[in-house]
Every structure is written in structure tokens, then in C-alpha cells.
């Protein structure tokens, strides 16, 4: 079974940072590329990252860009997200996911309050 295990939320304060990870089993995580979402109160969820299945390509929207940075570590099938300069308007709940295949994991909440 597809399983995907989010961690690394939590709360900070505007300008802080974040590393969230993403342990990936039940697949070839090498042979897939993967996504980060994230999904704010009252909101839907939204794409904001992507990186290619060997690392080599990445995209971004453009309201991370600069600020979050996605890797992966096949070795280890696990996906990352740093996030630095984080904002309020970041607060939403971050999910990972390859776009070949059908699951999701739980999530993991971010918080960013004075």
C-alpha cells in the first residue's frame, strides 16, 4: 500500500523556518516524481511544489518561490520542503504526494502568528 508520512510542522513566528519531510513506502519513490500541497483554513487544496524523479527539475508557485526549497533523497525515499521567511498567509496544513499514484498522508499543520 501507497503510504505517505508527513512531520516537521509546527509553529513559528513570521521570518522563521521549517524542514518538513515526507517517508514515502509502498512504491518506487525513485521512479516518481513528487508534489507538496497545502491546504489553509476555508481553502482548498492548493499545488505549490514539485520535484522531478531524479531531483534534477523543480517548479514552483510563485508566492514560495525563493523562499521554500524541495529535495528528495532517494536513498532514503523521503521528500523535503525547507521553508524559510515563512508568513502568515503560509498557515495551512502541508501534504505530500506523487502525481502517478492515488494516496495521501495525514498532513502536517504549520503554523506562522505573531
Known amino acids: 500500500q501507497v503510504q505517505l508520512v508527513e512531520s516537521?510542522?509546527?509553529?513559528v513566528q513570521?521570518?522563521?523556518s521549517l524542514r518538513l519531510s515526507c517517508e514515502a513506502s509502498g512504491f518506487t519513490f525513485?521512479?516518481?516524481?513528487m508534489n507538496w500541497y497545502r491546504q489553509a483554513p476555508?481553502?482548498?487544496r492548493d499545488f505549490i511544489a514539485r520535484i522531478s524523479?531524479?531531483?534534477d527539475s523543480t517548479v514552483y508557485i510563485d508566492s514560495v518561490k525563493g523562499r521554500f526549497t524541495i529535495s528528495r533523497d532517494n536513498a532514503k525515499a523521503t521528500l523535503y520542503l525547507q521553508m524559510n521567511n515563512l508568513k502568515p498567509e503560509?498557515?495551512?496544513?502541508y501534504y505530500c504526494k506523487a502525481p502517478a499514484l492515488v494516496g495521501w498522508g495525514q498532513g502536517t499543520q504549520v503554523t506562522v502568528s505573531t
Do not use: I
Open 53 to 55: 524523479d531524479t531531483g
Open 42 to 44: 476555508g481553502k482548498e
Open 14 to 16: 513570521p521570518g522563521g
Open 90 to 93: 503560509d498557515t495551512a496544513r
Open 30 to 33: 525513485s521512479e516518481n516524481d
Open 8 to 11: 516537521g510542522g509546527g509553529s
